[in-house]
């Protein structure tokens, strides 16, 4: 079986995690691992088992044997990267979120169709065995219609005006990096709302440290979400049917469980997984890759589209501009 050939652009704690689940896949390689400084990459190559180490990436780009590029650098550098990848046709897997606003997205995604390359988002949840039950459940319809969604994500880090979560110039703040999920869950659920209004507490560097989002659906559903990185909260999502409740347990967006609430009925849901997280949409990419696919079935273009206008929405109403 020829091994598809992975090379990361981005060599932090989340790439560290996707290599350590990327062994997990007999058809994947950790091939190629890129940095402007060539050391990080070499420590990180001979860390995480990777053949080849660059100093540039450009030069990991350059190499003929990679098949597809993660790309996990901050949020600002997205657009970049993916744009250089796409143009020596290697196939992406860019981090989530996509870019900062909706029309990176849209260069990002026009790239790739002039290119005829593959290009995703990585929005993991998206292929965790919980959320895709999450998501059967509720669309076979046996408890009813959605009536209303909770949705949370805070926790408390060190603060460091430098680093990418608080920095503004990296794209900081709670809403893209955390923020995001409880918004993905909602549109997954629910589709686009009607209406969308938000508050946010924004810190001394100016990106938002604590977010409410609320989103108005026809017949008085709503969505009430949150995303903070001033305090721990329960990262729980939620859902209320009409005969049920559905809670995605802690932490919602990561491997975890369902407890169905049906009267005094509660069963609890375990799904086993055993990695972060990450093998499985590495999974999935890989499978579109043997297709000749250059879209994802599952995480669309539009899909990603329509995410990342719900965040610019949210932050025009909170008034935070990158």
């Known amino acids: 079986m020829n091994k598809i050939k992975w090379g990361i652009i981005g060599l932090g704690k989340i790439a560290a995690k996707f290599c350590a689940d990327l062994e997990t896949l007999k058809d994947a390689e950790l091939y190629a691992v890129a940095s402007r400084n060539l050391q990080k990459a070499e420590e990180f190559a001979k860390e995480h088992n990777a053949t080849k180490a660059y100093g540039s990436y450009e030069e990991m780009l350059k190499d003929k044997d990679v098949d597809v590029v993660y790309i996990a650098t901050p949020h600002v550098f997205h657009l970049e990267n993916t744009l250089l990848s796409l143009s020596y046709k290697k196939a992406v897997l860019c981090e989530k979120p ?23 988002e990585a929005m993991w949840t998206q292929f965790l065995p919980h959320f895709e039950s999450l998501m059967e459940i509720v669309e076979s319809g046996k408890y009813g219609a959605i009536k209303n969604i909770r949705a949370d994500f805070g926790f408390a880090p060190k603060f460091d005006a430098d680093g990418r979560l608080f920095n503004k110039a990296l794209g900081g703040g709670s809403l893209l990096d955390i923020g995001i999920y409880p918004v993905f869950l909602a549109l997954s659920l629910l589709g686009d709302p009607r209406k969308i209004s938000a508050t946010a507490s924004i810190g001394k560097t100016g990106v938002d440290e604590e977010c409410h989002i609320t989103f108005e659906y026809p017949d008085n559903v709503l969505a009430h979400l949150h995303s903070t990185v001033q305090k721990n909260t329960p990262t729980t999502a939620d859902i209320e049917l009409e005969k049920a409740t559905i809670v995605v347990n802690t932490r ?10 049906s009267g005094r009925k509660e069963i609890t849901k375990e799904f086993g997984v055993t990695t972060h997280g990450y093998n499985f949409e590495a999974a999935h990419v890989q499978k579109m890759l043997k297709q000749g696919r250059t879209e994802s079935d599952e995480m669309t273009f539009e899909k990603s589209l329509q995410l990342i206008e719900l965040l610019d929405k949210v932050r025009a109403d909170i008034q935070l501009e990158y």
């Open 98 to 120: 996509f870019a900062i606003n909706k029309s990176q997205v849209q260069k990002m995604i026009a790239a790739a169709k002039k290119e005829n390359v593959f290009l995703m």
């Open 252 to 261: 919602f967006h990561e491997p975890s469980s369902l407890t169905i609430i």
